[in-house]
């Protein structure tokens, strides 16, 4: 797998509109775009920083795993997300090839038009690993 740069941090917020003074008037970071991803039941928000992205994520119902993940006391970073050269499907046959636990078995579409799927912490340091192409 030929990984080029991070492509986005995601950041577990319980409301994006709580948190974005931070974000916006302490940090100067502006958001360049927000979006409901349905089957992910979350709302998220994008700002740069250089070419890395901030993804807060705001979940939209309580089965969200992001509010799964708040309600177990996680807050701030959430997971990674690598971008792949390679594409995601061949990421993920080399993962699978290795042992990693794959929380998806193929890629799905994501927030910001990117291709995604996500490796299972238990396999990963205790990190949820995104995997992205665009």
Do not use: W
């Amino acid at each position: 797998m030929k990984i080029s740069r991070i492509e986005h941090l995601g950041i577990a917020v319980q409301s994006i509109d709580e948190v974005l003074p931070y974000f916006q008037d302490v940090l100067g970071l502006e958001v360049y775009k927000t979006e409901v991803v349905e089957d992910q039941k979350v709302k998220t928000a994008f700002l740069k920083v250089g070419e890395v992205k901030l993804e807060l994520l705001e979940p939209t119902c309580p089965e969200s795993t992001v509010q799964k993940f708040l309600d177990n006391g996680g807050r701030g970073i959430h997971h990674v997300a690598f971008k792949v050269e390679d594409g995601v499907s061949e990421a993920l046959a080399m993962c699978d090839g290795k042992g990693i636990r794959l929380i998806d078995k193929a890629p799905r579409k994501g927030a910001d038009g990117l291709h995604i799927a996500f490796l299972h912490p238990k396999s990963t340091c205790g990190i949820l690993t995104e995997l992205c192409e665009e």
